[in-house]
Structure formats: structure tokens, C-alpha cells
């Protein structure tokens, strides 16, 4: 599986318009080449509403290359600037595909950057002291990814989707409730927790607001 992070700056007003072709072409494309609209946001706290992001699962870089031509047919005068990237999954649970239950209204656009030496580590102590809370916690995990090509420093990206503002502002407060935990389990968690923060030289935290597929 590889997946398109595609991010669009669209020109003021231009969102119905751009949003518009993406339903009634471009996703029916997508589709008939295997492709899985795994998100469609639009900004919401860190970038503005008229940026959107895209991220697609494809099986494989053909499936990719044959979807590429319906984005012609978008009119250059809705948008200001675009990049696609490629990336591929670094764990397992990360999805090939979303259930209409699997989406939310809010997600939560993480970025790590750290020497690549560390991304076995990495994917270790997030699964083991983060990711475990989320079934519990109602969250919906899309996946965990880098850039297929190789990239020093190597940059990590993790989604979460949200039923809204309060439910991510309370998911983050209890994620790190220790009150049903030993205090064992607790302090393998928390020196996880550390280990993450000591081998990440940059983060980022964006909010994107899900648009209807």
C-alpha cells in the first residue's frame, strides 16, 4: 500500500467550486483505480479554512499513476498552490480503507521529525504508550506514515479523527490519566513517553475539519 498526501491552498471562495469536482469526478476515479479516500479536510486550527488536505490509500504505484489524470480537470484558477507527496505506512493498523463509522468530524494532523535511525523506536513507543488508549477513548486511528523515499531527517506524520473540539481536548487530558493504571504500568508509559519527546528533534500538531465524501 502506498498513500497520496495531497495538500491544495485554494484561492478565496473556491472551495464549493474545487470541492464540487472532487465529488462528482475526480474521487469516482479514484475509486475506479482501487484508491480510498482516506481523508478530505480543510483547515481548522493552524492552517486556514481554503487549505485542503487529501490523503489516499492506493495498493500499489500503478493504481496511483492511473487516477493521476482526473486532477486535470481542475481549473488552475482555484488554486494558489498544491503538493503531492508519497507515503507509505509504517505500521500495520494503519488503514487501507475508512468505514463510515471510522469517520469523524475532527482530525488531528501530527508531525515528527527525528534521524531515521530512531523510526523503529519510534513506531515502539507510540504503539506502546500512546495508540493503546485509543480504542477506549472512541478515537479513530487512520494511520502512522513516511515519505516512500528516503529522507534525512526522516519526517513522521499520525492522524486522529475526533467527534469534535471537546471530545480531542478531553482524549488528550485522558490519555494521561493514571488513575485505573498501576504505577508500574504508569512508569513504563510515562519513561516511553519521554523517550519519544528525547528522539524527536521538531513536532507539529495541526486540526483539520473532515469534509463529507
Known sequence: ??????????FANKTNSYMEICRDNIW????????????????????????????IAYPDIE????????????????IKKETVRILRPIDSDSKSNISPEERKNIYEYQKFIMD?????????????????????????????????SSSNPLEIIQMTGYDNINHWEEC?????????????????????RDRLEEITIERSLNLVKSIVI
Not at 513506531?123 to 479513530?140: A, D, P, R, V
Open 1 to 10: 500500500m502506498i498513500l497520496e498526501e495531497r495538500n491544495t491552498s485554494l
Open 28 to 55: 469516482q476515479s479514484i475509486r475506479s483505480s482501487n484508491g480510498s479516500i482516506i481523508c478530505s479536510a480543510s483547515g481548522f486550527i493552524g492552517n486556514p479554512r481554503t487549505d485542503i488536505l487529501q490523503i
Open 63 to 78: 493504481s496511483w499513476q492511473t487516477s493521476q489524470g482526473a486532477w486535470s480537470s481542475i481549473d488552475n484558477s482555484l
Open 116 to 148: 531515521p535511525v530512531y523510526l523503529n523506536e519510534f513506531t515502539t513507543c507510540f504503539k506502546e504508550s500512546i495508540y493503546k488508549n485509543f480504542e477506549s477513548l472512541g478515537i479513530s486511528f487512520l494511520g502512522i506514515w513516511t515519505l516512500a
Open 172 to 192: 488528550r487530558l485522558k490519555i494521561f490519566d493514571t488513575n485505573n493504571e498501576s504505577d508500574e504500568l504508569w512508569d513504563r508509559e510515562k519513561a516511553l
